[in-house]
């Protein structure tokens, strides 16, 4: 019996992967249990709904699992064979026939994978390459029970490689890897549970990773970030960091002389990082120039203070943030709170639920004065001078009471409106707008509409909250205009400079801000 667990040992050693159907489990133990025959071996399973136990049967301790249901016990004899990276690529590649493709290679030319940092080999790429198969820039063995690198340095020019979804389990396969493969920048290890290295381990295995640049580790089982920079000793001069759907939800500031030294990318989408002041703590990474924090359920944003008319000096490079899909209840506290940062262009955020999409932009391109682009569509000058007049307009009576109040009140209304001083020096003091507000009481106000094309112009008195699209409606009619729908915007009559488009049919004229006397323009 003990050779034959010996045996077992050597196949399975404590740590290493195993899969059965689609169900992947990591080796927790290896040998006899009681009131049973034979080798059996201790499977935690990645799902902790798939198994029966936590490690412990009949009283008696196995191993232990994190989640209640996770164990079971295997027969070895029910695990089918393991391979190299060499003949799962062979194997993929070589054995190329569009008339018997298996639904894992479809799904690898086709999915997403959910990392921008790697480009999927296609079908076509797959047929014309296979001719010349050491010649691949690009591998993928997603979903193969790849265990162990083979003989590699044939792959001379093979830069991304793909091993997600396999049975890798160790960073001494991974270094196994990269050191046969000199070109190799871009790495995919998505959805295995790697044994977090020793610092013996480390010091051994380091300059294998002297030539990766980009790395995913997608939901990879980290739940401590703590073993998330210990495993970055490996590669400190990392560029692109992929740790989406992994479960921890504290960071610590990272020592950048050992870790980080490069890095420009990182993402953290859909981990559990709900505190803003978590995040806060990576701000020393001065090289980091995107940061995803998608899906993480932070409600609210705030960074260290500072003088409203100063930037802070963290985060020193970061040009694009992505918030999407995270219930941050307060919009403008949030935007307002961003404006510290000293780089950023870059933001891409869905609205609150009790927000709207226009609403939401106009907010953040007036309250971050640096914003270039949102949710990847550039800002134009019309929609920064239209929503930087609408927060001019919008503080102006609360902007005068700090002034009258004294310095302190001002300072404070400063700090909650970070760019109003900078609005106040574009288009003027709101003074004049701030006395004459409480006075309008009419519903109704008289603006010049002037049709462009023709020169011809038009005084009318319409309702302040008359729609846009009802205003073309009468506009179509005054100057019988045919076919396409004309498009509006409107010059303010004390700011002529200022033209702010029409562009929502389902706003009113008072949404925005259209006053006596303004002329709403006819195109």
């Not at 006075?439 to 038009?458: H, R």
């Not at 309702?463 to 396409?484: A, C, D, E, H």
Request: with cysteine; charged share 25%.
């Amino acid at each position: 019996m003990v050779g034959i667990i010996d045996e077992a040992q050597l196949f399975y050693p404590l740590g290493s992967r195993i899969k059965i159907a689609n169900n992947y489990g990591t080796v927790r133990y290896v040998g006899e249990v009681s009131g049973h025959t034979g080798t059996w071996l201790g499977i935690e399973w990645d799902d902790g709904m798939r198994g029966k136990h936590n490690g412990i049967v009949n009283g008696k301790r196995y191993f232990w699992t994190q989640m209640p249901m996770a164990g079971s016990f295997i027969r070895p004899g029910k695990l089918g064979p393991c391979a190299t990276l060499e003949d799962a690529a062979r194997e993929r590649y070589l054995n190329y026939d569009s008339s018997n493709v298996d639904a894992s290679l479809i799904r690898e030319a086709q999915a997403n994978l959910q990392a921008s940092l790697f480009e999927v080999v296609g079908m076509d790429k797959i047929a014309r390459k296979q001719s010349k198969f050491e010649q691949l820039s690009e591998v993928s063995v997603d979903e193969t029970p790849v265990n162990a690198a083979g003989y590699l340095k044939g792959f001379t020019q093979l830069t991304t490689l793909n091993v997600s979804h396999t049975l890798i389990w160790n960073w001494d396969i991974v270094a196994s890897i990269a050191r046969q493969l000199p070109s190799l920048s871009n790495l995919n290890l998505s959805c295995n549970r790697l044994v977090i290295p020793s610092s013996p381990q480390i010091a051994d295995l380091e300059p294998s990773f002297k030539n990766l640049k980009r790395i995913n580790l997608r939901r990879c089982g980290f739940s401590d970030w703590k073993d998330v920079m210990q495993t970055a000793l490996l590669w400190p001069d990392i560029v692109s960091l992929g740790l989406q759907e992994n479960s921890f939800s504290q960071l610590a500031v990272v020592d950048r002389q050992k870790i980080f030294r490069q890095l420009q990318e990182l993402d953290l989408h859909r981990t559990n990082i709900m505190d803003f002041d978590q995040v806060v703590k990576l701000g020393n990474i001065d090289t980091l120039r995107s940061l995803n924090l998608m899906e993480n359920g932070i409600e609210e944003i705030k960074l260290p203070d500072c003088d409203p008319l100063t930037k802070l000096n963290i985060f020193m490079s970061l040009e694009q943030l992505n918030l999407s899909h995270n219930p941050i209840w307060n919009e403008a506290n949030a935007f307002n709170e961003l404006d510290k940062l000293p780089q950023l262009r870059r933001l891409s955020k869905t609205p609150h639920l009790k927000s709207n999409f226009d609403e939401m932009v106009s907010k953040a391109v007036a309250s971050i004065s640096g914003l270039q682009f949102i949710n990847k569509a550039e800002v134009t000058a019309e929609e920064r001078r239209g929503a930087e007049y609408d927060i001019w307009k919008k503080y102006a009576v609360d902007w005068m009471q700090a002034n009258l109040q004294g310095s302190e009140a001002l300072r404070d209304f400063c700090r909650k409106h970070r760019t109003y001083s900078l609005l106040v020096k574009k288009y003027g003091s709101p003074a004049d707008f701030a006395a004459i507000a409480p006075a309008k009481q009419s519903n109704l106000i008289k603006v010049l509409i002037n049709y462009q094309l023709t020169g011809e112009t038009w005084e009318k008195k319409v309702p302040r909250m008359i729609t846009v699209q009802t205003l073309q409606g009468l506009v179509m009619k005054r100057f019988r205009l045919s076919g396409n729908v004309p498009q509006l915007s409107y010059v303010d009559a004390k700011h002529p400079d200022l033209v702010v488009p029409l562009d929502n049919n389902a706003k009113t004229l008072d949404f925005y801000s259209v006053q006596e006397h303004d002329t709403v323009l006819v195109q």
